[in-house]
């Protein structure tokens, strides 16, 4: 008999009033009901806050708080919502992403049958900036044979939005380094990867939404900073080669990006 799994659903919010009702009403759909939402606004300025209460004041079945804090960022907002969670199993949706209706039973199925895992990773559909739209398949070239750190550190194996975690994890490792402008997800999923052990699930049951200002979509030389910052300090998880090798390409994609940005192929 399959055990029930009950989710902590952790939402980030900034001045999101345009699409946060959309990625609620993602939560709210599944068909998987044992779940709370933990909303934490980050010190909105428009009527994100307003939005949020008349949306949610209306679902009666739905168990969800709403906290408030300053301008602290993303990672400050999710680990106010890790902190406040109930349940064991903790799942991120940024304000802007959506969930597929089936997302939190599929992701329950997956957990009772894996049970040696406390990680897992699902695809997600992509919608680029442009208005066109693809598939981003996290597992992709990950090999199970070798190591999650050295292949982790190459690249992002994984999304906020498409993961689950066990809430114990988080809490033994203090949740988002704050301290990091961006890239607080990965370097968090390199800082916890000797207690993680990861089952990716090969369905798309999400949509990640990419919106012009967004930290994925701009200040690139920022990020890199950060992106470099974060190799340095696990460095020693991998060693000296591999901390070059994967600088050396960091440094390259993001000096390649913005020209590539700015040019105009005929």
């Not at 709370?36 to 168990?63: A, C, K, P, R």
């Not at 070239?141 to 906020?160: A, D, G, M």
């Not at 990091?180 to 369905?203: H, P």
């Amino acid at each position: 008999m399959s055990r029930l799994n009950f989710f902590s659903v952790i939402i980030p919010t900034y001045n999101s009033s345009k699409y946060v009702k959309r990625s609620l009403e993602s939560v709210v759909n599944q068909t998987h009901r044992d779940f709370e939402i933990i909303i934490v606004d980050d010190g909105s300025t428009d009527n994100t806050v307003e939005t949020i209460h008349n949306y949610l004041g209306n679902q009666t079945d739905i168990s969800y708080q709403l906290l408030f804090q300053k301008n602290s960022g993303a990672g400050s907002a999710r680990n106010r919502g890790i902190l406040n969670a109930q349940y064991q199993w903790i799942a991120f949706l940024d304000s802007d992403d959506l969930w597929h209706k089936d997302k939190l039973a599929v992701m329950s199925e997956v957990i009772n049958d894996s049970t040696k895992h406390n990680f897992f990773c699902h695809n997600e559909h992509i919608i680029e900036l442009d208005g066109s739209q693809g598939i981003n398949y996290y597992s992709r070239n990950f090999n199970y044979v070798k190591s999650l750190v050295s292949q982790l550190y190459e690249r992002n194996y994984f999304s906020t939005s498409a993961i689950v975690v066990e809430k114990s994890i988080l809490l033994k490792h203090r949740g988002f380094d704050v301290s990091f402008w961006s890239a607080q997800d990965y370097e968090m999923w390199l800082r916890i990867s000797g207690d993680i052990n990861v089952k990716f699930v090969d369905e798309v049951l999400g949509t990640y939404v990419m919106r012009k200002g967004n930290i994925s979509t701009s200040y690139y030389w920022r990020r890199l900073v950060n992106i470099l910052r974060i190799k340095f300090i696990h460095r020693r998880k991998v060693g000296f080669y591999l901390f070059v090798k994967s600088s050396f390409i960091a440094i390259l994609v993001h000096t390649l990006i913005p020209i590539v940005k700015k040019t105009k192929f005929f």
